[in-house]
């Protein structure tokens, strides 16, 4: 049974856990859409460097989290770096072959096309290639932010903020009232930025929508 007493005395601890929590999801978030499009670029440019990039990514994805976050505590100790550093790798391991496989997907004769107008290789990949990958872009990113809001609760075990400390707490006081509440609150989260970036997908590539209708 819930202690909703419990739940009205703590209301502002939980206030602060979980925005403490949104901001150690989505801050890797940005940071890795930034790192994996330029380098999404690299792969498509220079077909050598796929498979080094994608064979790096999948081995830097494979490593445990908490392995990550303990590995970076003698450099950066209980910051936030512990945790936006490897979670950032993370975001970036899961977006790059998204962006790499988005650019692939534009159809030769439009970047023809669009070569044959005039634009340049930087407007090409602007007004052309990227808004075609967005679809495989935001699909990515959706899974990356999933992810990152499940792997935010492992910082509470090396004793930094987040919905995690929820888990722990429960769990050392066998209290199931504060463990309902970060599953509820991290099944929410990512249940309602999962939407929110399907509207934006929407919104920015309405062409898509009107294919499905």
Request: hydrophobic content about 55%; proline content about 5%.
């Amino acid at each position: 049974m819930l202690d909703f007493s419990w739940i009205e005395r703590n209301f502002s601890v939980i206030v602060e856990l979980t925005q403490e929590h949104l901001l150690l999801s989505f801050v890797p978030l940005l940071i890795g859409l930034a790192i994996a499009i330029p380098l999404g670029v690299a792969c498509v440019r220079w077909a050598w460097l796929n498979p080094i990039v994608l064979i790096g990514s999948s081995a830097f994805f494979a490593i445990p989290s908490l392995a990550l976050f303990v590995f970076m505590l003698p450099l950066t100790g209980l910051s936030r770096l512990t945790a936006l550093v490897p979670l950032s790798i993370y975001a970036v391991s899961l977006l790059v072959r998204n962006v790499a496989d988005g650019i692939r997907s534009t159809d030769d004769s439009v970047r023809q096309a669009a070569k044959a107008m005039g634009y340049g290789p930087m407007h090409r990949l602007f007004a052309v290639e990227l808004p075609i990958a967005t679809p495989l872009i935001l699909g990515g990113l959706r899974v990356a932010t999933v992810a990152n809001i499940g792997m935010v609760s492992v910082v509470s075990v090396i004793g930094l903020s987040s919905l995690g400390d929820l888990f722990v707490d429960g769990t050392q006081r066998f209290f199931v009232t504060p463990i309902i509440v970060g599953i509820v609150l991290t099944l929410v989260l990512a249940a309602i930025s999962d939407l929110v970036l399907v509207a934006i997908q929407r919104i920015l590539t309405p062409w898509s929508t009107q294919r499905s209708n």
